[in-house]
């Protein structure tokens, strides 16, 4: 059976004969087809029947049914309803706002409102950089999407890419108690979208670039970034490269191998290959070809985009051709952020001894990773229930807190570099193992360690 994910987890509330043994039976037929019970609550006890509360994960939305089903068929019980955990979770949204001072009375009031506001508003005025210090600008970021490029989802649209976005936000405040808020544009029109992010950017002290689509989120994040006086961030570029190049740091030491002497093989060639690409070769990566599904990219092709043209130009120094099979062969790395399923298992013994396989694709790989340690020294993905998740926020928490600690402008290849350094060094020495390459994204460390590499503050 695939394993089970706790984002597919349902409650059943079920009716039972008033005899406990029936408990007994409900969670073995949950057992016996492939789910996994977390929680039994009787809710009611009386002498003719039982109200029990069965909690159990599955592999998907199908198999969940599939477990309803059984139990449907254990005699005397009945479903009484079926809850998604998960919808649960996301009724009335995951996030809020809440005043930081008491409001209880007119005291109060005259001094967080009318008439005492106006003086603050006149300092800035008269002072604008007090602005960081006197309003929530000083601890905010705005989430921006145009819903383009959610997650694997693709072109969902703004209202669709909400929960992700506050997901994010969320993320921000449990990691970097950082106030970050939801943007999620009606438009995918890059002026458009360039032009309401500078309208909103004085209320933030940070801009954070989310799921949209390349080429597109190139020329957005240049151009903010050329007009803006806050740092702006694109997380599936940048934060997606500084964990890969943290979990590859740990992976080449694992292997005993050096980042300048391995032969690497990107699959993807849109917005996280790009970065990542962008920040190896930045870190001393000298042999790095890029795949698309039309195979390596090559600067001797003169059919590719713009986009296309200048990473074949920063790679591929050995001009290699074909697909991504043949260019495999020998390669010590193999890091895809691309579509699902496209590396056959069996490709992995043609690499160089102690081969490094990240299938990062969302939600399903490049290679199910199970099948892929067969053959790999060194495993990674982005699923959370394998060894080493490569999860991004592992790194934008971090790299954002600095950011906003330092008052900082603008994001620079250098602040990547050491943020990805100080997730590696997160692994102690005596910690570091093939299946554990990278820190967990609640070790308390990981955070502070990148806010302090970002803003050149000791933590």
């Known amino acids: 059976m695939a394993a089970t994910a706790s984002s597919y987890s349902i409650t059943m509330r079920l009716y039972t ?3 406990h043994s029936v408990v007994g039976a409900v969670a073995t037929t949950i057992a016996h087809n492939g789910g996994v019970v977390t929680a039994i609550d009787v809710a009611e006890s009386r002498h003719d029947r039982l109200t029990v509360d069965v909690t159990c994960s599955a592999a998907d939305a199908t198999h969940s049914q599939e477990l309803v089903a059984a139990v449907s068929e254990v005699e005397g019980v009945t479903v009484h309803k079926v809850s998604d955990r998960t919808f649960l979770l996301h009724l009335g949204g995951k996030i809020g706002v809440q005043s930081k001072v008491p409001l209880r009375t007119r005291d109060d009031l005259s001094m967080a409102y009318t008439p005492g506001v106006g003086r603050v508003s006149m300092a800035i005025h008269d002072n604008p950089e007090d602005v960081r210090k006197l309003t929530i600008k000083g601890n905010s970021v705005a989430v921006v999407t145009d819903g383009s490029a959610v997650l694997g989802l693709g072109n969902i649209g703004p209202g669709a890419a909400m929960p992700v976005m506050e997901g994010k936000a969320a993320l921000f405040k449990r990691f970097a108690d950082i106030d970050a808020w939801p943007i999620c544009l009606a438009s995918q029109d890059t002026d458009e979208i360039v032009r309401a992010v500078e309208m909103i950017a004085p209320g933030f ?3 954070n670039l989310e799921d949209i689509a390349a080429p597109r989120c190139f020329e957005i994040e240049a151009r903010l970034r ?3 006086d806050i740092p ?3 997380d599936d570029q940048h934060g997606t490269a500084i964990v890969v190049l943290a979990a590859l740091t740990n992976a080449l030491r694992c292997v005993e191998k050096q980042l300048a002497d391995v032969r690497i093989v990107v699959s993807g060639a849109g917005a996280a290959g790009t970065a990542i690409v962008t920040l ?8 790095v070809v890029v795949v698309d599904r039309f195979g390596a ?13 200048d990473l074949a130009s920063a790679t591929n120094p050995r001009r290699a051709t074909g697909s991504l099979q043949e260019v495999l062969v020998d390669a010590d790395v193999f890091i895809g952020v691309s579509a699902p399923g496209i590396l056959d298992p069996e490709w992995i013994p043609t690499m160089a001894p102690k081969p490094v396989v990240f299938a990062l694709a969302n939600p399903d790989p490049e290679v199910d990773p199970a099948e892929a340690d067969k053959y790999a020294a060194v495993v990674a993905s982005g699923r959370s229930d394998y060894p080493n998740q490569i999860n991004n926020v592992l790194a934008f928490p971090g790299v954002f807190r600095g950011l906003l600690d330092a008052g900082a402008q603008h994001v620079t290849t250098d602040m990547l570099l050491r943020a990805a350094q100080a997730i590696a060094d997160t692994v102690s020495a005596e910690e570091l193992h093939a299946a554990f390459i ?15 590499a970002i803003s050149g503050r000791e933590s």
């Open 280 to 287: 190896l070769l930045a870190a001393g990566a000298h042999d």
């Open 297 to 309: 990219l090559s600067s001797a092709d003169e059919s590719l985009s713009p986009a296309h043209r």
């Open 17 to 19: 004969a008033a005899d």
């Open 226 to 228: 050329e007009s803006l």
């Open 438 to 452: 990278i820190p967990s994204v609640f070790h308390p460390d990981v955070t502070k360690r990148v806010a302090s």
């Open 232 to 234: 702006v961030f694109h």
């Open 205 to 207: 002290g940070g801009i």
